[in-house]
């Protein structure tokens, strides 16, 4: 391909350990490929034309997709990196309304938060399930002077703790929001003995505990996945494809590449929606229109193997305000415990990592919760972090800035063009299928059209007709047991899939399969599966988006061998490349989380 005549590129900051080593690998393939092997890049290079360009493929680029495909819309997504590789993969695994933000008079948020946490725990019943959260509370009446001044401020101050009085009113306004109808129980309120008789290893300074409801997403990147097929399913002219970045702009239009190639070509669009989260800067500037609309902040997050600690939580999630006035969670996630969060100003072109300081603070506020629980480094056995996009906050505290969204458009010049870009600044995982209705209606607005759907109550993926209660699971299981499949082989299929796992069950039958050595979680085929219908791009997309295995500490040597040699012939990586795969997926476990990878017969 012929170089263009005004090639304006940037290229894009490395920012994660897994991107710019991807970029340090694609660079030893390139020599002699004339064009990448991959289906769903040569569409874009065959036909280099869209309505609308997405760039960015976290949960609120793809919900618009999705959004837009239904409509009927000429659409094409990108991202540079996995799907929900960045701050839609490193969340709290949190459905809530945002409590936290009536202190911050952000009531539309609270109500639009609860509104949808309440819908998808209806249409994503597959990922999304209720979770009971508990307050432990030290004080009656502390708080309640110096409350008025943070709501009015923004701003910390002398820090105290929020009393029993403060944390009821606060729970009484949010049963107003949140109840969904009477579907939603009350918050409750007991004391001292009832609350160690519920949870015996809190202090015994303990004075009350609040219950209340929100919900939790376990696999956020599973759902991210199942949105984004939903939108393909809808309109099979609708394109997504990983690992190819926006790196700027020609006369042709915007100027992409092929991260696993080091490919690029030209494409256009009459509307460019950048959805690239904390990185939206970063893009507007490689696409030749500097902004200044980020400013994220960085949480991080730690896994335990503990079952000490798992008992203490006694299936709830433990949600109270630390003595520096951060909000932190504790709550069990199978048969792990999940521990954040950190909200620390940072840099978004470096690498963000939990780091000693962040762990030792956890291991503090598990400390001031449960003291006579012992926690150490050996019982992490996964650590995340990332990156909130939310706006530029300059003297708020990290904790005060908002956590609503908003969207910038300009009208630009791209490949000689008038393009009507949309830049999105701010959203979170709760909301995002609103959020994606708003970006979408803005979307079709550009385009001069107009609605044709609704995703309000819609069903997304395998949640549809996902069983409401154990015994309708236990019936759906035993419906789906087919030769060669177990109970509980199908029980993990359910789990990942939803529902969907009857199409995955039909293709695992329709050909040779044989489960791994290392992990009964997986099979030969089930990677096939992924390979055809998910994009992965690397082996390391398996361990972190497309299994739990890296988040509940699974992943050994045996295990990263035996799935570089089944993907191998899928993708067409010969014996330098499989080995160069399982050393990209240690040294990405190793810097990004904090995971050394042992042998089995260590």
Avoid at 175 to 201: I, Q, W, Y
Avoid at 436 to 456: F, I, P, Q, V
Wanted: net charge negative; aromatic share 8%.
């Amino acid at each position: 391909m012929s170089s263009p005549r005004r090639l304006k590129i940037q290229e894009p900051i490395q920012t994660s350990t897994l991107w710019s080593t991807t970029v340090s690998i694609a660079a030893g393939r390139t020599e002699g490929t004339a064009g990448s092997t991959r289906a769903e890049v040569r569409e874009l290079r065959d036909n280099p034309r869209a309505s609308v360009l997405i760039i960015g493929g976290g949960i609120n680029g793809v919900g618009t997709f999705r959004d837009l495909a239904l409509q009927g819309v000429d659409v094409a997504l990108v991202e540079r990196g996995d799907y929900c590789q960045g701050a839609s993969g490193a969340s709290s695994h949190m459905i809530h309304g945002g409590i936290r933000y009536l202190e911050n008079g952000e009531f539309r948020l609270v109500h639009e938060s609860v509104v949808e946490r309440n819908a998808l725990m209806k249409i994503a019943p597959h990922y999304v399930k209720p979770l009971k959260t508990t307050i432990p509370i030290f004080t009656t009446f502390s708080g309640i002077l110096s409350a008025p001044l943070r709501f009015l401020t923004h701003k910390q101050g002398k820090q105290v703790e929020r009393g029993a009085v403060l944390i009821k009113a606060g729970l009484t306004m949010y049963d107003f929001f949140s109840r969904d109808g009477g579907n939603v129980p009350r918050h409750s309120f007991v004391g001292r003995r009832k609350a160690l008789e519920t949870m015996p290893d809190l202090p015994k300074n303990v004075r009350y505990a609040a219950t209340y409801f929100d919900a939790s997403v376990h696999n956020p990147e599973r759902l991210t996945l199942d949105v984004l097929r939903d939108g393909q399913i809808a309109n099979p002219s609708a394109r997504a494809v990983n690992y190819v970045s926006a790196i700027g702009n020609d006369d042709d239009g915007v100027r992409l590449r092929d991260e696993l190639t080091g490919e690029t070509f030209s494409f256009q669009a009459d509307v460019v929606v950048n959805a690239s989260g904390a990185w939206t800067d970063i893009t507007n500037t490689a696409l030749g229109s500097e902004s200044r609309f980020m400013g994220g902040t960085k949480g991080s997050h730690i896994v335990l193997d503990h079952p000490e600690l798992l008992q203490a939580c006694n299936g709830t999630e433990i949600f109270f305000e630390h003595t520096d006035g951060r909000i932190v969670l504790i709550y069990p996630m199978g048969d792990r415990v999940l521990v954040g969060t950190t909200d620390i100003d940072v840099d978004v072109t470096e690498q963000a990592v939990c780091t000693d300081e962040e762990i030792e603070y956890f291991f503090e506020l598990i400390g001031h919760v449960f003291p006579d629980i012992e926690v150490t480094t050996k019982d992490i056995v996964y650590s995340f972090s990332g990156v909130r996009p939310l706006p530029r906050h300059d003297e708020t505290q990290p904790g005060f800035v908002s956590r609503d969204y908003r969207i910038e458009k300009r009208e630009e010049k791209l490949g000689g063009r008038d393009v009507t870009t949309l830049s999105l600044v701010g959203g979170k995982w709760t909301t995002f299928r609103a959020l994606s209705e708003h970006l979408a209606d803005d979307t079709l607005a550009a385009l001069g059209s107009s609605r044709k759907t609704s995703t309000a109550g819609l069903a997304i993926g395998g949640g549809q007709g996902f069983p409401t209660d154990e015994a309708a699971e236990r019936a759906w299981i035993r419906a789906a047991v087919r030769p060669g499949f177990d109970e509980d082989r199908v029980r993990v299929l359910l789990t990942r899939y939803g529902t969907r796992a009857s199409d995955v069950i039909e293709y695992l039958t329709d050909g040779p399969d044989t489960v791994f050595n290392t992990t009964r979680e997986l099979s030969t085929r089930e990677l096939a599966y992924m390979v055809e219908h998910e994009q992965i791009g690397h082996l390391i997309d398996v361990l972190i988006r497309r299994t739990s295995l890296a988040f509940r500490g699974l992943v050994t040597e045996e295990l990263l061998a035996e799935l570089s040699e089944t993907l191998a012939p899928l993708l067409g990586w010969d014996a330098e490349q499989a080995a160069a795969e399982i050393e990209l997926a240690e040294k990405v476990l190793a810097e990004a989380h904090r995971v050394q990878v042992k042998s089995l017969t260590a």
